[in-house]
């Protein structure tokens, strides 16, 4: 290698290396708790699965993390996308949620799974149990909406 080459390969190395010290925080929360929405909504383990499989590393206080997280700047785009789908609809949270904010989480659900919109394509790509086929959509979306209603009707007693 020509030595200007040289540099710039090991300079890059250096700040490849050193980056790898910079950690997000990790989402790592205690184990779903009564607020969360698997728990309030009693799913069967067939949807709840499901829910978990796709929606949760993004949308609940707990995350799978895959290996290459600890690989930065690649942990640093996931925390970021783990924060910003969190802000939005955060599942792990449901039951301490107003009656109005419950259905809109539910409609906003509803809609982006029929519409492919969520999971992101991204996490499709490298989570293949994330791509929900139809029946998986059906199944998911009617339990959404079934908790929806529920959400809208006035407070018994
Ligand atoms: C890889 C992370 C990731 C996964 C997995 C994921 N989401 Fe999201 N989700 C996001 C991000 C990021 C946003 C905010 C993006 C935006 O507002 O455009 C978001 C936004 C949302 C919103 C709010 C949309 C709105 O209109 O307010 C809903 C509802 C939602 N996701 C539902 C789901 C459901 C249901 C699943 C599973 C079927 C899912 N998401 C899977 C990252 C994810």
């Known amino acids: 290698?020509?030595?200007?080459?040289?540099?710039?390969?090991?300079?890059?190395l250096a700040v490849f290396a050193a980056i790898q010290f910079i950690r997000p925080t990790e989402n790592l929360g205690p184990a779903p708790g009564g607020a969360d929405f698997i728990v309030k909504a009693a799913l069967p383990p067939d949807a709840a699965q499901l829910l978990a499989g796709a929606c949760y590393d993004c949308h609940s206080d707990h995350t799978r993390y895959p290996w290459y997280a600890e690989i930065e700047p690649v942990g640093w785009w996931l925390g970021h996308?783990?924060?910003?789908?969190?802000?939005r609809a955060n599942f792990s949270e449901f039951g301490i949620?107003?009656?109005?904010?419950q259905t809109d989480l539910l409609d906003?659900?509803?809609?982006?799974?029929n519409h492919d919109s969520m999971p992101p394509w991204t996490y499709r790509l490298t989570h293949p149990a994330a791509r929900l086929d139809d029946k998986e959509k059906t199944l998911l979306t009617a339990w959404f909406q079934r908790a929806?209603?529920?959400?809208?009707l006035p407070p018994k007693g």
């Open 1 to 12: 290698m020509k030595p200007i080459r040289k540099r710039i390969f090991v300079g890059s």
């Open 81 to 87: 996308h783990i924060e910003h789908g969190k802000e």
């Open 97 to 101: 949620l107003s009656r109005k904010k």
């Open 108 to 113: 906003n659900a509803v809609d982006a799974v």
């Open 148 to 152: 929806a209603d529920a959400a809208a």
